[in-house]
C-alpha cells in the first residue's frame, strides 16, 4: 500500500476521495459483471439464442465500466494535478521565507531533485494507482465469483496467488532497497553536475582540474549506472516471474485441479475464461507495484523535504507586507553573537560585538579577508538571526519575530548579488529608471522594459545595475558590500566623493564593508574587524 503518497492525498486532498473510491467500486464490479455475464451467455450458447435480458445487462455493466473508469481518471487527475501545484507553490514559498543559513544546508540538489523528479513520478504515478485500485477491486469481486463456482477451487486459487504475492513481495523489498541507493547517487550526481556547470570556466583553465572533476563524476555515473542495471535486472525477473506464474495457475486448473476437487470438472472452462480475464488486471497491479512504490518513496521524500524547509521558516511571515521599524536615531548590536554551524567544529565565531551606527551617518568596515564583516552586515540586517545579544533600534531591543520587519529597513548590495531580470516588488517608474541608468554610466549597455534588456553584464556592471535596484527600493538603511571593488578608478571615486555624501544628505544610513583606505575619511565611523571581533573604531573629528 503506498501509505506515504495516500497520506500526502488525505492531507493535500482532503474531502474528494470518496466519490472516487465509490466510482472504482462500481467500474471494477461492473467490469467483474462483464465476465459473469459472459460466461453465463456463452454457457448458455448451446440452448438457442442469446438471452435479450442478458444483452441488456452486459450493455449496462460496459456502460458502468466505462463511465466509472472515466470519472475515476479525470477525477485522480483532477485530485493529483491540483495537489503536485499546491505543493510546488508552497515550496517555492517557503524557500523564499526560508532562513539563509538553513537553505544553504539543504542544498540546491535536494530542492532541484524534488522539484524535477519527486514532483514529476507522483504525476505519472496517478494513472497507474487508479488502473492498478480499480483491478484489484476487479480482481477481488472475480474472487467472490470463483467462490460461488467451487469453494475448494477457491481455496486453491487464493492459496496459490498469495503465495505468488508473497514470493513477488519479498523480491519488492529487495528492488526497494536498490532504488534508495539511486535516488542518493542521483542527487550526488546533480550536485556534481551543478558544479561543473557553475564553474565551467574554471574547468575550461585547467586541464588537471577538469579531469579530477570529471573522474569523481565517472565514478558516480559509474554506480549510477551498476545500481540501476541491478534494479533493472531485479525488476526483469520479477516481472517474468509473474508472467509464469499465471501460466503455471492455468495448468494447475486444467490439469490438476480436476482430478484434485470432485465436481471441478465441469466448472473448469468457466475457471481458464476467469483467470484469462483476471491476467491483465493482476499483472496491472502487479506491473504498477513499482511505479506506485516510487511514488510512494517519491512522496516521502517531497513530504521530508518540506518539512525540513518549513522549519527553516523561523518567523512565520505573513501575506501582509511587514511594516517597518521606525528608525530615527541609533541601530546598535549588544554583545551580538552569531556562528556558522559547521560539522567538525571548524565554525566561524562573530562577537560578542558591541556598536552603535548613528542614523544618518557613513560607517565603514574594513578589516582583513575573513575578519567577519559581511557576516556581522548579515546579522546586523537581520538575514541571519543572532546566536546571542541583541540589536536595538533607537534603544529598543528588536525581538527576534520582528526580523521580517527589521529587513524591511534595509536595502543594498551584498558581494554574492543575484540580478534578477525584473524589478520585482517595485513599481518602475520609466523616467526613473532611465535617469538612473544614465547617472550609473550603463545607459548604452542595458535598458528596461518589462525587464532588464540583457543580464550578460561585466561584474562592475552588474553592480551598477544592481545600484540602481537599491537607489529606487529607497530603504532607509543601505549597505553596500565592497561594491566599489570592481569598478574602475573613475567610477570608484564617483561612489565614494559623491553618491555616499549624496545619500548620506538625503538621510540615508550608510555601512560599507571596505578594503579601499584611500576613501576611509569618507566615513563618520570606521570599525576594524579582526577574527570576528571589532578591533577598534575610529570616529571622524567632530565636524558638526
Ligand atoms: N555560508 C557560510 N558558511 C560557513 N562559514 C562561512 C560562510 N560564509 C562565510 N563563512 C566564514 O566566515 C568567515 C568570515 O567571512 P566573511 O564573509 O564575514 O568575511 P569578510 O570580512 O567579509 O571577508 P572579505 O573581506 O573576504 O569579504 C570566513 O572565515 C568564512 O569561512
Ligand atoms: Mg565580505
Not at 316 to 339: D, G, N, Y
Request: glycine share 8%; charged share 20%; with cysteine.
Amino acid at each position: 500500500m503506498p501509505t506515504t503518497l495516500f497520506a500526502l492525498l488525505a492531507r493535500e486532498a482532503a474531502g474528494s476521495r470518496r466519490d472516487i473510491f465509490l466510482a472504482v467500486l462500481i467500474s471494477a464490479a461492473a467490469n467483474t459483471a462483464i465476465l459473469v455475464i459472459i460466461n453465463n451467455a456463452a454457457a448458455a450458447l448451446g440452448k438457442g439464442a442469446p438471452d435479450l435480458r442478458d444483452v441488456g445487462l452486459f450493455l449496462v455493466a460496459l456502460a458502468l465500466y466505462v463511465l466509472g473508469l472515466r470519472y475515476t481518471f479525470d477525477s485522480a487527475t483532477r485530485i493529483f494535478e491540483h495537489m503536485l501545484a499546491t505543493i510546488r507553490i508552497r515550496l517555492m514559498a517557503q524557500i523564499g521565507h526560508a532562513e539563509l543559513m538553513a537553505l544553504q544546508k539543504v542544498g540546491r540538489a535536494r530542492i532541484f531533485q524534488a522539484i524535477t523528479q519527486d514532483l514529476v513520478i507522483i504525476s505519472e504515478s496517478q494513472g497507474l494507482l487508479v488502473a492498478a485500485a480499480h483491478s484489484a477491486v476487479m480482481v477481488s469481486c472475480t474472487g467472490l465469483y470463483v467462490l460461488t463456482l467451487s469453494m475448494p477451487a477457491f481455496l486453491i486459487i487464493v492459496g496459490v496467488i498469495g503465495a505468488g504475492v508473497m514470493l513477488y513481495l519479498s523480491r519488492m523489498a529487495e528492488l526497494n532497497r536498490l532504488i534508495t541507493a539511486s535516488t542518493t547517487e542521483e542527487i550526488g550526481f546533480i550536485g556534481m553536475m551543478s558544479d561543473l556547470i557553475d564553474g565551467v570556466k574554471e574547468v575550461k583553465l585547467s586541464h588537471a582540474r577538469r579531469e579530477a572533476l570529471l573522474a569523481e563524476i565517472r565514478s558516480i555515473a559509474v554506480r549510477l549506472r551498476d545500481i540501476k542495471m541491478q534494479t533493472t535486472s531485479v525488476y526483469n525477473s520479477t516481472a517474468l516471474f509473474s508472467q509464469s506464474f499465471f501460466y503455471m495457475l492455468l495448468g494447475l486448473i486444467v490439469f490438476a485441479l480436476p482430478s484434485l476437487v470432485s465436481g471441478f470438472a465441469q466448472h473448469a472452462p468457466e475457471m481458464v475464461a476467469t483467470v484469462l480475464f483476471i491476467f491483465g488486471p493482476l499483472s496491472t497491479v502487479i506491473t504498477a507495484v513499482p511505479a506506485i512504490s516510487k511514488a510512494d518513496r517519491a512522496a516521502g521524500s517531497l513530504i521530508a523535504l518540506e518539512g525540513e524547509v518549513s522549519r527553516m521558516v523561523t518567523v512565520p511571515e505573513s501575506i501582509q507586507p511587514p511594516a517597518p521599524l521606525s528608525f530615527r536615531r541609533t541601530l546598535t548590536c549588544k554583545a551580538i553573537e552569531f556562528s556558522y554551524p559547521g560539522e567538525a567544529g571548524e565554525t566561524f565565531h562573530i562577537g560578542p560585538i558591541d556598536l552603535t551606527i548613528r542614523q544618518g551617518e557613513i560607517t565603514m568596515f574594513v578589516g582583513g579577508n575573513g575578519s567577519g564583516k559581511t557576516t556581522l552586515l548579515k546579522v546586523m540586517a537581520g538575514l541571519y538571526p543572532a546566536l546571542a545579544g541583541a540589536l536595538l533600534i533607537d534603544g529598543k531591543p528588536v525581538a527576534p519575530g520582528r526580523r521580517p520587519n527589521l529587513r524591511e529597513l534595509f536595502g543594498g548590495i551584498f558581494s554574492d548579488l543575484h540580478l534578477f531580470s525584473k524589478l520585482y516588488g517595485i513599481t518602475p517608474d520609466t523616467d526613473a529608471i532611465a535617469a538612473h541608468l544614465d547617472r550609473m554610466r550603463i545607459a548604452d549597455k542595458v535598458g528596461y522594459d518589462d525587464g532588464f534588456t540583457t543580464r550578460d553584464l561585466s561584474t562592475g556592471q552588474r553592480k551598477r545595475v544592481a545600484m540602481l535596484v537599491t537607489l529606487l527600493e529607497d530603504r532607509p538603511v543601505l549597505v553596500f558590500d565592497e561594491w566599489a571593488a570592481e569598478q574602475d578608478p573613475e567610477f570608484r571615486h564617483y561612489f565614494y566623493e559623491e553618491l555616499l555624501p549624496e545619500l548620506k544628505a538625503a538621510g540615508k544610513t550608510l555601512l560599507i564593508a571596505t578594503h579601499d583606505d584611500r576613501y576611509f575619511g569618507v566615513a563618520d565611523l570606521v570599525v576594524k574587524m579582526e577574527m570576528g571581533v571589532v578591533a577598534s573604531t575610529r570616529r571622524r573629528k567632530a565636524m558638526a
